[in-house]
C-alpha cells in the first residue's frame, strides 16, 4: 500500500545555514531508497486554521519503504540540521488500498 512522508514547517526557518547544509546533504547523498515528490514548498491555501509555513509530501511504494528512507543513515546525517534549522511536524500515513476500489 502506497504510503506518504508529510513535512510541515510550522514557521519561517530560523537558521538558513542549517537549512543550506540540509538540503546539500538530501541532494548530494540521497538515500537509497525510491520515491517520488508530490508537493515541494508549493503555494498554499488554507482552508481551515492557520496555514504552515510549507509543506513537503513525498510518496513511497509503502509504509516500510518510507521508514527504510526515513531511518537510513544518509537521512539521520541531514535530519540535525532541519531540526537545528525550522520547526516541523513529520509524519508518515498510509495511502488508500487501490484494491479496495
Do not use: C
Amino acid at each position: 500500500m502506497t504510503a506518504y512522508a508529510i513535512f510541515i514547517r510550522d514557521e519561517a526557518v530560523q537558521d538558513q545555514a542549517e537549512m543550506d547544509t540540509y538540503s546539500h546533504l538530501t541532494r548530494s547523498n540521497p538515500p537509497k531508497v525510491a520515491l517520488t515528490p508530490l508537493a515541494l514548498y508549493g503555494a498554499l491555501d488554507a482552508l481551515e486554521g492557520d496555514a504552515p509555513d510549507g509543506v513537503v509530501v513525498l510518496q513511497f511504494a509503502d509504509m516500510a519503504s518510507a521508514r527504510a528512507w526515513y531511518d537510513s543513515p544518509e537521512y539521520q546525517a541531514a535530519l540535525p540540521h532541519r531540526l537545528k534549522g525550522a520547526k516541523y511536524r513529520a509524519f508518515i500515513v498510509d495511502g488508500l488500498d487501490e484494491t479496495a476500489k
